[in-house]
């Protein structure tokens, strides 16, 4: 009876995959990929829409106008996507 919970738990344990992949980071912009924090970046020069992938540590702002300006058209959550109207994102 020992052996055999012995035999179940290295099956377990030998079931997980060997290689772990790494989560992506950083927000992907129009399948683009951008990282760091605190930090604008324009996509456009005038709004259109935007695809957003959000993988950062934070909230992704997308904004109206070049430079992070204009008014916030959409904060998009940690691990969500969003397609809104914009010209810049303040990677959070």
Same mark, same amino acid.
């Given at each position: 009876?020992?052996?055999?919970?012995?035999?179940?738990? &290295?099956? @377990?344990?030998?079931?997980?995959? &060997?290689?772990?992949?790494?989560?992506?980071?950083?927000?992907?912009i129009?399948?683009?990929?951008? *990282?760091? =924090?605190? +930090?604008?970046? =324009?996509? +456009?020069?005038?709004?259109?829409?935007?695809?957003?992938?959000?993988? *950062?540590?934070?909230p992704? +702002?997308?904004?109206?106008?070049?430079?992070?300006?204009?008014?916030? =058209?959409?904060? !998009?959550?940690?691990?969500?996507? /969003? *397609?809104? !109207?914009? /010209? *810049? @994102?303040?990677?959070?």
């Amino acid at each position: 009876m020992l052996l055999s919970g012995v035999f179940a738990a &290295a099956t @377990v344990m030998f079931a997980v995959p &060997a290689v772990a992949q790494a989560a992506p980071s950083g927000v992907l912009i129009n399948e683009r990929s951008y *990282s760091g =924090t605190a +930090r604008c970046v =324009t996509v +456009r020069s005038f709004p259109l829409r935007l695809r957003v992938v959000n993988h *950062s540590d934070g909230p992704a +702002r997308v904004y109206l106008l070049p430079g992070c300006t204009g008014g916030v =058209t959409k904060s !998009i959550d940690i691990g969500k996507r /969003a *397609s809104p !109207i914009g /010209a *810049s @994102v303040l990677l959070g």
